[in-house]
């Protein structure tokens, strides 16, 4: 048995209103989808997800490195040697590429043998994980508006943009909105220097803060320990942190209480077990969050939280409903701040192939 047939299929999602960051405002997301087909007719799915970082590049640079180094090794590979071909393609692809075919090929697996992707791995996934609504407006009272909305719905965690103006203005309007039930963490993605954000945190700790993610620049990890040491909210390594390497350096610095986890960004969930391993034998917990992806990157995440039940804070895999539309069918809805496993084997979810025609991207 092999894999018969590999399509990509470059994609641009819109948002339905624009995701205001201290990175910037973005009113697009670029990906790829990876289908894997079996001489059988069983499918895999993957996407690849771009990140900005030096190491990677943009969804062009992705693809390009996917048609040259996985295609060809990919089309006609025996299943029963896809553990090999991931070896081989380990030190050739940039992570988010590598992301897509190691899901794909998990994906495929998981639906020749009738199982859900989160019981492949050898450990009890749980059947539900909580994630956090996350806001991104630069407006105190649009924020404010938005986290009333998702609280009426259910989510007992929110996750608000800063490092913008007005920062102390809209978390204050998004507690008062949310209640003092509701959890509240920030995410800085990286904008301040470490004196600012010792400055900004601690006027902000008032607001009754969960945690707050990559407050200073991703390879400041002095900055990073400064931080951690002079404030009282949890530090959370997001973008800093992409391999085990980088991991280390985390830890050996004292930079962080925590790791958000993005398995587009560390290159899979393979390889995310084994950085969320390393993590906790550190004593640092874990989230696993989006990198604003489409649904088979949300449902790689779901499922891959999923197995990893002592992950016990919400998760960041919400972002579905950011967009106008997406490519997929069967992603689980929210339900009380809750995401569970539909049952279906894979990843649960399917390609809609209108939709596919509807947003495809030429990057020729």
């Given at each position: 048995?092999?894999?018969?047939?590999?399509?990509?299929?470059?994609?641009?999602?819109?948002?339905?209103?624009?995701?205001?960051?201290?990175?910037?405002?973005?009113?697009?997301?670029?990906?790829?989808?990876?289908?894997?087909?079996?001489?059988?007719?069983?499918?895999?799915?993957?996407?690849?997800?771009?990140?900005?970082?030096?190491?990677?590049?943009?969804?062009?640079?992705?693809?390009?490195?996917?048609?040259?180094?996985?295609?060809?090794?990919?089309?006609?590979?025996?299943?029963?040697?896809?553990?090999?071909?991931?070896?081989?393609?380990?030190?050739?692809?940039?992570?988010?590429?590598?992301?897509?075919?190691?899901?794909?090929?998990?994906?495929?697996?998981?639906?020749?043998?009738?199982?859900?992707?989160?019981?492949?791995?050898?450990?009890?996934?749980?059947?539900?994980?909580?994630?956090?609504?996350?806001?991104?407006?630069?407006?105190?009272?649009d924020a404010a508006d938005q986290a009333r909305a998702f609280v009426q719905t259910g989510y007992k965690t929110l996750k608000l943009k800063v490092g913008m103006a007005e920062d102390r203005a809209r978390v204050s309007a998004v507690r008062e909105a949310a209640g003092w039930q509701?959890?509240?963490?920030?995410?800085?993605?990286?904008?301040?220097?470490?004196?600012?954000?010792?400055?900004?945190?601690?006027?902000?700790?008032?607001?009754?803060?969960?945690?707050?993610?990559?407050?200073?620049?991703?390879?400041?990890?002095?900055?990073?320990?400064?931080?951690?040491?002079?404030?009282?909210?949890?530090?959370?390594?997001?973008?800093?942190?992409?391999?085990?390497?980088?991991?280390?350096?985390?830890?050996?610095?004292?930079?962080?209480?925590?790791?958000?986890?993005?398995?587009?960004?560390?290159?899979?969930?393979?390889?995310?077990?084994?950085?969320?391993?390393?993590?906790?034998?550190?004593?640092?917990?874990?989230?696993?969050?989006?990198?604003?992806?489409?649904?088979?990157?949300?449902?790689?995440?779901?499922h891959f939280a999923a197995a990893r039940s002592e992950i016990e804070l919400a998760c960041g895999l919400a972002t579905q409903a950011a967009f106008e539309c997406d490519y997929t069918t069967g992603l689980p809805a929210v339900t009380d701040g809750r995401m569970a496993l539909n049952?279906?084997?894979?990843?649960?979810?399917?390609?809609?192939?209108?939709?596919?025609?509807?947003?495809?991207?030429?990057?020729?």
């Open positions: 048995m092999a894999i018969e047939r590999v399509e990509l299929f470059p994609l641009r999602l819109r948002f339905k209103r624009p995701f205001e960051t201290a990175a910037g405002t973005v009113t697009t997301r670029d990906v790829a989808v990876l289908r894997l087909t079996d001489t059988t007719g069983v499918v895999g799915l993957g996407e690849i997800s771009p990140y900005p970082h030096p190491r990677f590049g943009g969804l062009g640079d992705l693809v390009g490195a996917f048609e040259l180094q996985a295609r060809p090794r990919l089309e006609g590979c025996s299943i029963d040697s896809t553990a090999s071909l991931l070896g081989e393609l380990g030190s050739r692809l940039p992570a988010p590429a590598f992301a897509a075919v190691d899901t794909a090929l998990l994906d495929l697996q998981a639906r020749r043998i009738g199982v859900p992707l989160a019981d492949l791995f050898d450990r009890p996934a749980r059947r539900s994980v909580e994630v956090n609504a996350t806001i991104a407006s630069a407006s105190p009272d509701t959890g509240l963490r920030l995410d800085a993605n990286g904008a301040w220097f470490s004196a600012e954000a010792v400055n900004n945190i601690g006027a902000l700790t008032e607001f009754g803060l969960e945690l707050i993610e990559q407050p200073v620049k991703p390879d400041d990890l002095a900055g990073m320990h400064r931080v951690r040491e002079s404030v009282l909210v949890p530090i959370v390594a997001d973008e800093g942190v992409r391999d085990a390497a980088d991991l280390r350096k985390h830890v050996q610095h004292g930079a962080c209480d925590g790791v958000a986890v993005k398995l587009s960004q560390v290159g899979g969930p393979s390889r995310a077990h084994v950085l969320v391993d390393q993590a906790e034998a550190a004593g640092l917990f874990c989230i696993v969050t989006s990198t604003l992806d489409g649904g088979v990157g949300l449902a790689a995440g779901l049952g279906v084997a894979g990843l649960g979810v399917e390609l809609d192939e209108a939709r596919l025609a509807d947003l495809a991207l030429d990057l020729s």
